[in-house]
């Protein structure tokens, strides 16, 4: 017994290697970065400081985070009311059909995102497809000038993002036990009872665990804010960018994303602590 | 299965390795740029005549060029092409060699008005390949003022209406400029200064944009944009309506430059290359491509005729109006990172 | 009732694909745009696709991002898998923080992973390419597959394990008899999954790329930066339309052997 308890332990063995030398290490050296003084041009010189920290508390920095957090939470919840739904009639459809569906839900997610996001673009022109459409049905009379702007950013989040949505809410519906909800409704609740004390409470692991795949992520895809916001939409993702690549700034950029990790790790610690469920469920 | 599975993973790495090193012809030079700096018929041409197998590699910003350049010690490549400011840096931290001259028998072909300038005092380690000139591009028929500095782009004429660079020191500069600094100064308060002066702009800013933005002016997403020259190039070659301005104030000058690293494996190839390119009919066909500055005075003259106002400098310019915008120290940096962080915090309200 | 409501939700996941679908569409559309210039419409025209297919250096691209990706989404798949089964089998009190560690690469901004893959590498004096562009590439693909495995093994019924390892079993027979092929699945969609990932990759691989190296993101991105043409969108609309040729393969070949490969 005791040599198969072994032989289990080597199977974990490849794992927890590479995830601490690729994973833990690097994570441990940008901490370790993040409290060390920028050089006079570029790098750093090993001299702690607590500086980086500090400086994230003024105002603008904070400005920052504050319009990143904002932006998050609305994308996210235009992505419930979009993902959710969809997930939910995902999961009633025939197997075939559920196979379908999968497939014509991957096939974008093969294209770059990038060029999808270029798509948006050519939508969003002054004088675009979009515009020539509201135009010509005489709904608006000029163009909208929708690109570059916040909803146009938004539109590019909840775009980039809801897949996740639909296959976390998916997977958690497709296992749910549909007798309960007829059960219910034969015991005389009406659909909207049914739905809230039955169906919601089943999916609720798909759905904040969609919540989470997303929220994260929409704090730091700093490129659509630059593609479709034209950059004038600040992301934290966007401000480690521009400290990183453009002032050259590595520690604080360092200890910006130390202070975006330990947000994130909140979430995901307050997300079990809910959920009561340990795996982030359905990530397909 | 898991021998399969390590067999099957050699053997890919392997093939990827093999597919990274590419053939290993006899001579080649490992060439290491943005990507477009070249026409292929230029390397096609130095290849069939020299021999010499250019292996083309891309960077997307100056920094990370570095970055990969300190990491490789100054191997690895063997000729790079980047903008001033970087290569200061990269000289002053050992990665850069000395040019041979005697191997560049084109050299005299440079235009001087790019030489001895702030990287490269002496020009020992760099010849310059194009120049560029921040210029304010409006289109008349959108906007309602006559632009001739940046001064006119606080004007409430153009609210909603411009485009500007995503580079805090030409656009905080611009704030400089208007105030009649220097683009280089270090004083932490006068860059604040320029920050202040900076949020009263923010009502008129509707995009910030490095790439690309000539499209946005010519499809009328804005009336007016601060932008590089080879994107002002592109947009008067599609819209000869538009305006090209050089800001009263000052001009912004910029060039880009190549050099060899100090520990090239193929500096031979490097320094035929770049003789080369500073034949004047190959740098002719190099700057019609690439739409910056002409830097190679004997390619001046043998340029076409639609190009000419774009590549070549105008007759009346004042080299002594320009300015170029070089390394300051850490304190003054970081002033100008919260003066534009403030500044996009502002333009999305 | 019923009809009425399944109709409506056949229109809202209809509405919802359509809109999925449209800027694909408009790249492909655009693709046969005469005009450089993305923004106006010049007519019809192939120009696009001659240039793409003279682009020695973007096939090059092609390739490397192929190679890249089959290789860490197979290491990530052996490791996500092994370590998956292990520690549904093996009750340590390391699993909780070895499961958040190695699940955080999914969990941080790109750029971040990208910065720090970088200076780690350096640190370790690792000669930057297909080799440093694999291990950062596995180290975000194995949460893929760790997760969607782990999640398909805590779901599955342990008796027919069990039924097996009574019957005299051993250890390795149970997982390559009994366990692997009832978590293939999941195996599959965590590698589709991650070679997409992957395939897609720019921000990490800019960052630990090394010389002669370029993935065909990487291309697509430092173009759309110096100035983007059509080209792109050929490319893209030719992927599509491989992609669209290898999911109708796949499907036809399911059908044929009566069971279809669950993606």
Redesign the interface.
């Known amino acids: 017994m005791k040599n198969t308890r072994r032989g289990l332990w080597l199977t974990l063995l490849p794992m927890y290697l590479f995830t601490l030398v690729f994973v833990a290490g690097p994570l441990v050296y940008m901490v370790v970065l993040s409290f060390l003084q920028r050089d006079e041009s570029w790098g750093v010189t090993a001299n702690f400081t607590l500086q980086n920290y500090t400086q994230i508390f003024q105002p603008v920095y904070l400005q920052t985070f504050a319009d990143s957090l904002g932006l998050a939470l609305l994308s996210t919840a235009l992505i419930v009311l979009v993902g959710y739904p969809f997930g939910y009639f995902m999961a009633r459809l025939s197997a075939r059909g559920k196979k379908r569906m999968m497939l014509a839900l991957m096939i974008p997610f093969w294209t770059s995102s990038l060029i999808r996001l270029y798509g948006w673009i050519i939508i969003f022109r002054a004088n675009g497809p979009l515009d020539q459409l509201l135009m010509g049905l005489h709904i608006t009379s000029e163009p909208l000038r929708l690109l570059y702007t916040y909803p146009a950013v938004v539109v590019g989040m909840v775009y980039a993002l809801v897949q996740f949505m639909i296959f976390a809410v998916y997977s958690s519906a497709e296992k749910m036990d549909w007798s309960l909800v007829e059960a219910a409704r034969d015991l005389g609740a009406s659909p909207f009872t049914a739905f809230c004390t039955v169906t919601l409470k089943m999916t609720l692991p798909g759905l904040l665990s969609g919540v989470i795949l997303t929220f994260i992520p929409s704090m730091g895809l700093f490129f659509i804010a630059d593609i479709l916001g034209g950059n004038t939409v600040v992301l934290v993702g966007s401000l480690i960018e521009d400290q990183l690549v453009k002032a050259h700034n590595t520690p604080f950029a360092a200890a910006l994303s130390v202070v975006l990790m330990l947000m994130t790790t909140a979430m995901i610690a307050f997300y079990r602590k809910v959920s009561d469920v340990k795996e982030l469920e359905g990530l397909l | 299965m898991k021998k399969l599975f390590s067999a099957v993973l050699a053997g890919a790495v392997l093939a990827g390795s093999l597919a990274g090193c590419g053939q290993s012809a006899d001579r080649e030079l490992n060439l290491f740029t943005w990507v477009g700096m070249f026409p292929d018929e230029v390397l096609a041409d130095f290849t069939a005549e020299t021999g010499i197998k250019v292996n083309y590699s891309n960077f997307d910003t100056d920094e990370s060029m570095l970055q990969k350049l300190s990491q490789a010690e100054g191997g690895d490549y063997d000729l790079i092409i980047a903008d001033d400011y970087i290569i200061q840096t990269a000289i002053e931290q050992g990665l850069v060699a000395k040019l041979d001259k005697s191997k560049l028998e084109n050299i005299g072909n440079v235009n001087p008005v790019y030489q001895g300038q702030f990287y490269d005092p002496t020009d020992e380690y760099t010849v310059p390949y194009g120049a560029g000139v921040q210029t304010i591009v409006y289109n008349p028929a959108m906007v309602d003022k006559e632009i001739t500095g940046y001064a006119d782009l606080w004007d409430s004429a153009l609210a909603d209406n411009l485009a500007v660079v995503g580079n805090y020191r030409v656009i905080n500069g611009m704030a400089l400029k208007v105030m009649g600094e220097s683009y280089n100064t270090e004083d932490p308060a006068v860059i604040a200064e320029a920050g202040e002066k900076l949020l009263e702009l923010a009502p008129n800013i509707r995009l910030i944009k490095d790439s690309n933005t000539q499209d946005d002016l010519i499809s009328g997403e804005v009336g007016a944009a601060v932008m590089y020259t080879s994107q002002v190039t592109l947009a008067m070659m599609a819209d000869p309506s538009l305006k090209v301005v050089f800001p009263s104030e000052g001009i912004g000058l910029g060039i880009m430059a190549q050099f060899i690293p100090v520990n090239a494996p193929h500096s031979d190839e490097a320094h035929e290359f770049i003789d080369y390119i500073l034949r004047p009919e190959v740098a002719k066909e190099c700057f019609q491509y690439i739409g910056y500055y002409c830097t190679n005075q004997a390619a001046d003259a043998l340029i076409d005729e639609e190009f000419r106002s774009f590549l070549t400098l105008p007759e009346d310019f004042d080299a002594a109006s320009t300015e170029m915008i070089q390394p300051i120290s850490a304190e003054a940096e970081e002033a100008h990172v919260q003066a534009w962080t403030e500044f996009k915090n502002a333009c999305g309200q | 009732m019923k009809k009425g409501r399944?109709r409506f939700?056949y229109l809202?996941?209809g509405l919802?694909?359509a809109?999925?679908?449209?800027?694909?569409?408009?790249?492909v559309i655009?693709s046969f745009n005469e005009s450089r210039?993305?923004?106006?419409w010049g007519g019809f025209s192939l120009t696009w696709y001659r240039q793409l297919f003279?682009d020695e250096?973007m096939f090059?691209a092609l390739?490397?991002s192929i190679?890249?990706a089959?290789?860490s989404c197979?290491?990530a798949?052996?490791?996500?898998t092994?370590?998956a089964?292990?520690?549904t089998?093996?009750k340590s009190r390391?699993n909780g923080p070895?499961e958040?560690?190695?699940?955080?690469?999914i969990?941080?901004?790109?750029?971040?992973?990208g910065?720090?893959?970088?200076?780690?590498f350096?640190?370790l004096g690792l000669p930057?390419?297909?080799?440093t562009l694999?291990?950062?590439h596995?180290?975000f693909c194995?949460p893929?597959i760790?997760?969607?495995v782990?999640?398909r093994l805590?779901?599955m019924d342990p008796s027919l394990a069990e039924a097996a390892r009574d019957l005299g079993a051993g250890?390795?027979r149970v997982f390559?008899d009994i366990t692997l092929p009832l978590i293939a699945p999941a195996i599959a969609?965590?590698m589709?999954?991650s070679f997409?990932m992957s395939?897609?990759d720019?921000?990490i691989s800019?960052?630990v790329t090394?010389?002669?190296?370029?993935t065909?993101?990487?291309?697509?991105?430092?173009?759309?930066?110096?100035?983007?043409t059509p080209e792109?969108?050929a490319l893209?609309t030719l992927?599509?339309a491989g992609?669209?040729l290898l999911?109708a393969l796949s499907?036809w070949i399911g059908r044929e052997k009566k069971h279809?490969p669950?993606?």
């Open positions: 399944f939700s809202y996941m919802v694909l809109i999925m679908y449209l800027p694909i569409l408009l790249t655009y210039i993305s923004s106006v003279r250096e090059h390739w490397n190679v890249l089959v290789c197979l290491l798949a052996v490791l996500g092994l370590g089964f292990g520690m089998r093996v390391l070895m958040y560690l190695s699940t955080l690469p969990m941080i901004p790109e750029i971040i992973l910065m720090v893959f970088l200076a780690f350096g640190l930057f390419g297909m080799l694999i291990l950062a596995t180290a194995v893929y760790f997760m969607l782990k999640a805590v779901g250890e390795v390559f969609s965590g589709l999954l997409a395939f897609d720019v921000i800019i960052f090394g010389v002669n190296v370029n065909l993101p990487i291309r697509v991105y430092t173009q759309l930066k110096t100035g983007v792109i969108n893209c992927m599509l992609t669209v999911v499907v279809a669950k993606l």
